[in-house]
C-alpha cells in the first residue's frame, strides 16, 4: 500500500521556524520527484518546492530564500524546511511524488500521482 505521511504541523508566531516530514513508503519514496505543496481553503493548490533523486531542488518565488527542501533516503523521509515564517505561509502542506517528465522535477499539481493527507501550519 502506497503510503505518504506528513507530520511536523504546528502554530508558530511570524518570524519563526518549522520542519515538516513526510514518510514514505519504500515504492512512493522510489519516484524520481518529490515536492511540497500548500492550500489554503478557497484556492487552488500551490507548489512549494520540489527534489529529485539527485539533489536537485527548484522553489516556488515566494519561499525562496526561506525555505529548504531536503531527503533523507536511509528514512524514506521529506523534509521542508521553513524560516522567517510570514502569515501568508500559513495553509495545509502536503507531499507529493511522481515521476517527472523529460528528467525534470516540477512543482505543477498534475505531475504528481502519490499524496499524503497534509499537515496544518497556522502562523499569527
Known amino acids: 500500500h502506497v503510503q505518504l505521511v506528513e507530520s511536523g504541523g504546528g502554530s508558530v508566531e511570524a518570524g519563526g521556524s518549522l520542519r515538516i516530514s513526510c514518510v514514505a513508503s519504500?515504492?512512493?519514496?522510489?519516484?524520481?520527484?518529490k515536492a511540497w505543496f500548500r492550500q489554503v481553503p478557497g484556492k487552488a493548490r500551490e507548489g512549494v518546492a520540489a527534489i529529485d533523486n539527485g539533489g536537485s531542488r527548484i522553489y516556488a518565488d515566494s519561499v525562496k530564500g526561506r525555505f529548504t527542501i531536503s531527503k533523507d533516503n536511509d528514512r524514506n523521509t521529506l523534509y521542508l524546511q521553513m524560516n522567517s515564517l510570514k502569515l501568508e505561509d500559513a495553509a495545509t502542506y502536503y507531499c507529493?511524488?511522481?515521476?517527472?517528465?523529460?528528467?525534470?522535477?516540477?512543482?505543477?499539481?498534475?505531475?504528481?500521482?502519490?499524496w499524503g493527507q497534509g499537515t496544518q501550519v497556522t502562523v499569527s
Open positions: 507529493a511524488t511522481g515521476p517527472g517528465s523529460g528528467g525534470y522535477c516540477s512543482t505543477i499539481e498534475e505531475k504528481y500521482v502519490r
Open positions: 519504500g515504492f512512493a519514496y522510489s519516484s524520481y520527484c
